[in-house]
C-alpha cells in the first residue's frame, strides 16, 4: 500500500493556486471521456500554454494519458487526454448489521473485485475489528491511496469517528484512527445514504443535477443532501436523518428516545405489522415481497397508508431545501410505479406545487449494495484527486 504520511504539505497562495490549477485540469479530464489541451483551457478559463505546463508532467508520470488523435477543425490535430483510471487505487467498505463488504476499486470508481464476510448480528465493535482488518490487509495491491467506510449512523466528518449507530448498537466507535494506526493511509468514514446520494450524483438521475436530496426507504428511512455539487453533512454530521422528524409528538415509542418519530410509521416491520393486522396472521417479508403469498391489492393498500407518511416527509423536505430533485431508494421488491404517481399527486396538492410552481421531481432507484460500495469509492477518489494527495507525489516534478 501506499504511504502518504511524508507527503510534502504545500502552503503559501502561488502552491495553492498551482494546486488549484492542477486539479481543475485533472478535474476536466476527469469530466470528460475524451478532450484535448485547447478545450480544457477553454472549459477552465486558463491559458493554453499554463494547460499544457500543468498536464505534460501528468502525462509523463501516467496520470493522464494521450489517446490518437482528436477530431481536427483544420490545422494539426490535437491530442485527446484521457484520466487513467488505474492509475491508482482505493478499498471501499461497507459495514452493515451482520454482513461485512469490502471492495478494491479503481479510480473509475470502478469495483474490481469484492469480499463479503458475514458476522453475528450484535457484534461487539471489539470482536468485529480483527475481521475488518484482515478482510483489508488480505487485499494485496500496490498503490492503494485511500480507504473509504460507510456505515448507517451519525458519522464525525472531521474526527474520523462513528459518533453513534443503533442498526449495530455502537458509539463513539474511533474508525479512522483503528485504521491508520494497521494501514497508515488516508482514511475516509461516511454515512451510508451519503454515499449512495454521491453514487447518485453520477448517475442517470442525479447527473446535470446540482442539488438534489437522496432518500432512502426500507429498514428504515434516512437521506443524503448534495447541495452544488457537495455533501451537506451538517455541522455536527447528523444533516438528513429524517427519519427522526417527529410526525405525532405522542406517537409511538422510538429508539432514539422521542416518540412519533417518521421511521417508526415507515420501516418494514411496520408495513409486515399492517398486513398481519389486515389478514389475521404472521407473515415475513419474504412470504410478502418474494413469494407473494398475501393478495397484492391487500399489499399495494397497506403501502399506500405507508407512503403517506413518506409523502409528508418529501413534501417537509422540499420545503426546507426546495431540492431540483428527489431521488427515493427502495427495495427491488416495492412497486415504485404504484407508489411513484401516488406520491406524485400528494406533493401535486402542495402550496409548493400550486402556488410557486417550484415542481421538485420525485424519481425512484433500487436500493443496491454495489451503488453504497461505489458511492463511498467516489467520495474517496474526489478526497485524494483534490486535496493534493494525488498530487502530493508530483510536487517534485511541478519543482516550486
Ligand atoms: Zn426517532
Known amino acids: 500500500m501506499k504511504d502518504n504520511s511524508n507527503i510534502k504539505n504545500r502552503t503559501g497562495n502561488k502552491d495553492l493556486i498551482k494546486d488549484i490549477n492542477i486539479y481543475h485540469c485533472i478535474n476536466a479530464i476527469r469530466s470528460h471521456q475524451l478532450i484535448s489541451r485547447a478545450e480544457i483551457s477553454k472549459e477552465i478559463k486558463l491559458a493554453q500554454s499554463t494547460v499544457t505546463k500543468i498536464i505534460n508532467p501528468l502525462v509523463q508520470s501516467g496520470l493522464i494519458l494521450e489517446v490518437g488523435d482528436g477530431t481536427s477543425t483544420g490545422g494539426r490535430k490535437p491530442i485527446n487526454l484521457r484520466f487513467n483510471n488505474d492509475y491508482g487505487f482505493t478499498i471501499s467498505v461497507k459495514i452493515e448489521a451482520s454482513r461485512l463488504i469490502v471492495a478494491l476499486c ?36 500496490e498503490r492503494v491511496y485511500a480507504i473509504g467506510i ?6 464525525d466528518d472531521d474526527s474520523g469517528r462513528l459518533v453513534s449507530s443503533t442498526l449495530l448498537g455502537w458509539s463513539d466507535i474511533h474508525l479512522r484512527d483503528d485504521l491508520f494506526d494497521e494501514f497508515g493511509i488516508n482514511i475516509y468514514i461516511e454515512n451510508d445514504v451519503n454515499a449512495f446520494a454521491m453514487y447518485q450524483f453520477n448517475s442517470e438521475f442525479g447527473r446535470n443535477h446540482n442539488s438534489f ?54 420501516n418494514e416491520d411496520e408495513v409486515l405489522h399492517r398486513i398481519q393486522r389486515k389478514i389475521g396472521k404472521s407473515v415475513t417479508y419474504n412470504q410478502v415481497f418474494r413469494e407473494n403469498e398475501v393478495d397484492k391489492s391487500i399489499v399495494d393498500e397497506t403501502m399506500l397508508e405507508v407512503y403517506n407518511y413518506v409523502g409528508i416527509a418529501v413534501i417537509n423536505l422540499i420545503m426546507q431545501m426546495n431540492p431540483q430533485r428527489i431521488i427515493i431508494g427502495v427495495k427491488k421488491e416495492v412497486d415504485t410505479e404504484l407508489l411513484e404517481s401516488y406520491l406524485r ?13 417550484m415542481e421538485t421531481e420525485i424519481c425512484f432507484t433500487v436500493l443496491v449494495n454495489e451503488k453504497f460500495v461505489i458511492g463511498m469509492a467516489q467520495i474517496v477518489t474526489n478526497e485524494i484527486v483534490n486535496n493534493s494527495i494525488l498530487l502530493g507525489e508530483f510536487n517534485s516534478v511541478f519543482g516550486d
Not at 400528494?346 to 402556488?355: D, Q
Request: charged share 25%.
Open 106 to 141: 479503481n479510480l473509475a470508481p470502478a469495483i474490481l473485485s469484492t469480499t463479503v464476510i458475514d458476522f453475528p448480528l450484535g457484534i461487539r465493535y471489539e470482536d468485529f475489528k480483527p475481521l475488518l482488518l484482515d478482510a483489508i490487509r488480505e487485499i494485496d495491491k
Open 345 to 357: 399527486d400528494t406533493i401535486h396538492e402542495n402550496w409548493f406545487y400550486k402556488k410557486a410552481k
Open 213 to 266: 436530496i437522496c432518500m432512502t426507504v426500507g429498514e428504515g428511512v434516512g437521506s443524503g443532501i448534495v447541495i452544488d455539487g457537495k455533501l451537506y453533512r451538517g455541522e455536527f454530521g447528523g444533516a438528513g436523518e429524517i427519519g427522526h422528524q417527529i410526525l405525532f409528538p405522542e406517537g409511538k415509542q422510538c429508539y432514539c428516545g422521542q416518540k412519533g418519530c417518521l421511521e417508526m410509521y415507515v
Open 150 to 155: 460507510t456505515i448507517s449512523g451519525i458519522v
